[in-house]
């Protein structure tokens, strides 16, 4: 059965600092992998996807993710903390030939001044 | 702006009440997600639909239930309303609600059951 896990629900880091946001799936088959902002009182937006084109997918932001099988990991990066960046993150996994689509638990991103 | 609406924004009820929530999707979308949000259970999907038909189900229960309009636009009916039922209801959209595609979330309904 397929799953996404989040490692920690919630990550500091300075302002300036390399952002590490943790998310490992599982599933039988190759998955499209998605990662999602959302904003206090706000709706989930979309940060990037992956669909098996490129394993390095760059999203908005400044924010990338990279795709490894071998780790089944899917983790988000971002070079530099900006006080912006504060919000809850959600990785999300949905299956080729499924309708089914989860989400994590959430990441709740704070950053320091 | 996502291009789902949410009406309405806020909703204040009572335990026992019925309420409907309704979202509009993306011009051109024809799948509608169903999902609730409060700070003890996370993000639960609820329910799915692509062009009137229901698709998928989670989390949902008997007392919710939900439908997709010829236009389709969606409701969300609860009913029988429970104070753990104060939470946000995101309805979100994708273009066909294949695997490949992502979903664009409106901005939310919060419900309150007092």
């Known amino acids: 059965a397929q799953s996404v896990t989040q490692l920690g629900s919630h990550v500091s880091v300075s302002e300036g600092a390399l952002v590490l946001l943790r998310c490992n799936y599982s599933?039988?088959?190759?998955?499209?992998l998605f990662w999602y902002v959302q904003y206090p009182n706000q709706g989930l937006q979309l940060l990037l996807k992956?669909?098996?084109?490129?394993?390095l997918v760059k999203g908005i932001n400044g924010f990338e993710a990279e795709f490894k099988k071998s780790e089944t990991s899917f983790h988000l990066t971002k070079p530099s903390a900006h006080m912006s960046d504060a919000a809850e993150y959600f990785c999300?996994?949905?299956?080729?030939?499924?309708?089914?689509?989860?989400f994590g638990t959430g990441t709740r991103l704070k950053v320091l001044a | 702006d996502s291009g789902v609406t949410q009406t309405p924004k806020h909703l204040i009820t009572a335990t026992g009440q019925r309420v409907t929530l309704r979202c509009s999707p993306r011009?051109?979308?024809?799948?509608v997600y169903w999902y609730q949000q409060s700070l003890d259970q996370g993000l639960q999907f609820l329910i799915q639909?692509?062009?009137?038909?229901?698709?998928a189900k989670g989390n949902i229960l008997e007392r919710f239930s939900a439908q997709q309009f010829p236009d389709l636009h969606s409701e969300l009916n609860l009913s029988s309303l429970e104070l753990g039922d104060s939470a946000l209801y995101f309805c979100?959209?994708?273009?066909?609600?294949?695997?490949?595609?992502?979903?664009?979330f409106g901005p939310g309904t919060r419900l309150t059951v007092t």
């Open positions: 979100a959209s994708s273009v066909d609600g294949r695997a490949a595609y992502e979903q664009y």
């Open positions: 599933s039988s088959v190759p998955p499209y």
């Open positions: 992956y669909t098996s084109a490129a394993t």
């Open positions: 999300a996994v949905s299956l080729s030939g499924t309708y089914k689509y989860i």
């Open positions: 011009s051109g979308d024809l799948s």
């Open positions: 639909y692509y062009n009137g038909e229901e698709r």
